[in-house]
């Protein structure tokens, strides 16, 4: 697992004016202007979005906030999802690393 | 003469007349057809299945969908004749044999407004209403909309669409777009028997979709074809033969998800479209209903609605 | 009839508060995502990805395909060769063998103009239809038009084999008046697609829409396209899975 530790130790951000974003009952409908794609997605990985649209987290301090604000244990809520999750959001634009744009 | 008239009103003279000169407009719902095509198969589908629907024998100032049919070649004008819906643009249409105008009429409306008509955001959705709102019916070809939007007008609601949903981009409202409501294959006997011969076009058989039939819009549906409503209940029908009848209540997110793919235009309005859809999920509930007939589709819906129709 | 049960539906269970039913779900749904359920779905705007990987496909010939087409535009589609000579023509005996074994058959007017044989006779086609009254009222300008028509629409050829065609006497299918000699030399086009032919049908698609090439593989593009109308994905036509693949992206016709 190379890629995880890399994804973890980037810090992220997201512009929260590139998107919409509607809630219903825990789940996000969001539309990525830049793309014009439409997201479907879940409590964590909206969280992730929105939390790093408020202030660029590190990988590790966005899985500590995360487990902070669901109230959920690692085992419950374990660093490789955290990871794969990031890549998922990155992939789609939706969060963007700072390293990346130094 | 320039009125505005029931096209059953007018002779078949002038009638042929008006469709050989492309000048035949008909009205209906948010838009204005500019109609041309020398076919009596046409002529006749249009003096039955359209009598009640308003026209006029010239062009309005302003046309919103312009179809021709009209033979794919000179030789096919003359020779084991055939005809193409043209648009106006260009569309992945097969010639049809020229006693299948009635099919290519209706695809050829059906063309113009899913791919050019951007004043609504289009999605494929059988839409009937009453008084309470309308209940929008997203399903795949075959999946028994038509039948059960045919069924729902014999319980109290009027016809809004067979074909699209047209939501508004201003307010998530309904527009009305009452053309007949297209049957197929088995489903035409299903709905001749539950709303009468004389509803019923003639059928054109072995078209590329297998036989086809139009139920009439009532002049009741006509009548109110400029009023938009606001949506109570989304469905996504889902006929299977023998089936035990069910509903599933979805996450309006997951309802979206579902409708973007069935929509014509979505992706080409883009943010509007997302605001419309949205807006329109925001205070309806979605269901997927499965049934095995016609009978537990309508006691799904009462179900749901809590509206009394059986 | 017996009614069927109504089911309720399931959607909230069992004695929770809202809160805990949500945090139970969001549990639920964490252990899914560590086992590899995405965390979110993407729908995306343009078209062009779906575009790509349903336009990509294929079809490869394994064996060899013939066409024969008539001056009605019917077709037959096998793989018998039919022989042909120069100052000749085709052999009579070959062509019968050919419509007898043909593994497909499109009716007349199937085939457009683009691939009949060139130089069809008029007057074998313009009395027999039955339903003269379609276009009535323009066969005042008839005779104009096809004039026009016979100087400006001869088939061209590009790269199909096309073999024949000169005017011939009216066609009766198998039991043409013509054909009590060996050889006939108009009436028929005959195309071939040798074996390893692939064809790409998006090569066939312009601005999003079916255009197909003048040529024998465009041919076999729009006979593709009248089977797949007819029978939808029925298997035993060559490539008919890339076909609807392609016509279901379209999509354009309910």
Known sequence: MVAAPSLMEKTWTSDSGQFLAVEYDDTYLVYFKPSGDTHFLNFLSF???????????????????????????????????????????????????????? | MNTLARLG????????????????????????????????ALLD???????????????????????????????????????????????????????????AYEMGLNLSVALKCCRFINVH?????????????????????????????????????????????????????????????????????????????????????????????????????????????????????????????LNPAEAIMRLVPASTNYSLLGEPAFHALTGLLKNIRAYEITYGSTTDSLRLVEQITGQKML | MTEKPILPDTTESEDRTPEESRIAERRQLLMLGAAGLPMMLTLKASAREVLVSQLNCVVNFTSRLRILVDCDGKAWVGTRNIKYEDGKGFKVADITKFKDEATYSFPAGDVP????????????????????????????????????????????????????????????????????????????????????????????LSGGSWSP????????????????????????????????SIVNYLGTQN
Request: proline residues 6%; charged residues 25%.
């Open chain 2, 125 to 249: 959705a059988g839409v009937v209403a009453d008084d309470s709102g309308a209940i929008v019916m997203s399903a795949a070809s075959g999946a028994g909309k038509s039948t059960l939007t045919a069924a729902l007008l014999q319980h109290g609601y009027r016809l809004f669409s067979d074909e699209f949903a047209l939501i508004g981009l201003d307010k998530p409202l309904l527009y009305p777009y009452p053309r007949p409501i297209s049957l197929k294959q088995e489903t035409i006997s299903v709905v001749r028997d539950m709303v009468g011969d004389s509803w019923i076009s003639e059928t054109v058989t072995d078209t590329p979709k297998g036989d086809i039939a139009y139920y009439r819009a009532r002049e009741s549906d006509l009548a109110q074809d400029k009023t938009p409503t606001a949506a109570k209940l989304l469905l996504f029908p889902k006929f299977e033969k023998g089936a035990r009848a069910m509903t599933h209540q």
């Open chain 3, 213 to 244: 090439q003048n040529n024998n593989k465009g041919l076999f593009i729009t006979l593709s396209l009248i089977y797949e109308s007819r029978h939808g994905e029925t298997p035993g036509w060559p490539g008919i899975s890339c076909i609807v």
């Open chain 2, 9 to 40: 009103s007018y002779s078949r003279s002038d009638l042929r007349s008006a469709l050989k000169q492309g000048t035949l407009t008909l009205h209906l719902g948010p838009f204005t057809h500019l109609v041309s095509g020398a076919s009596n």
């Open chain 1, 47 to 102: 969280g992730i979005v929105d939390a790093v649209s408020k202030t660029a987290l590190s990988g590790t301090e966005l899985h500590e906030k995360l487990k902070t604000d669901f109230s959920l244990t690692s085992s419950e809520l374990p660093v490789a999802l955290v990871t794969s999750t990031i890549g998922e959001l990155d992939q789609a634009g939706l969060i963007s690393s700072v390293d990346n744009s130094k």
């Open chain 2, 45 to 103: 589908f249009l003096s039955d299945t359209y009598r009640d629907y308003q026209v006029e024998m010239a062009p309005s100032d302003v046309t919103d969908v312009l179809l021709s049919l009209e033979a794919p070649n000179l030789l096919r004008r003359f020779v084991r004749r055939q005809i193409t819906p043209n648009p106006g643009f260009k569309v992945p249409a097969v010639p049809l044999p020229i006693h299948m105008a009635p099919l």
């Open chain 3, 113 to 204: 103009n683009n691939w009949l044989p060139d130089t069809c006779p008029i007057e074998e086609c313009s009395n027999d239809d039955d339903d003269d009254d379609d276009y009535d009222f323009d066969l005042e300008s008839a005779s104009t038009e096809l004039d026009e028509l016979m100087r400006t629409s001869l088939p061209a050829q590009a790269d199909g084999i096309m073999l024949a065609s000169k005017p011939k006497g009216k066609d009766d299918d198998d039991e043409d008046d013509d054909c009590d000699e060996d050889w006939i030399d108009s009436g028929y086009a005959f195309y071939e697609l040798g074996k390893n032919t692939t064809i790409t049908p998006a090569d066939h």
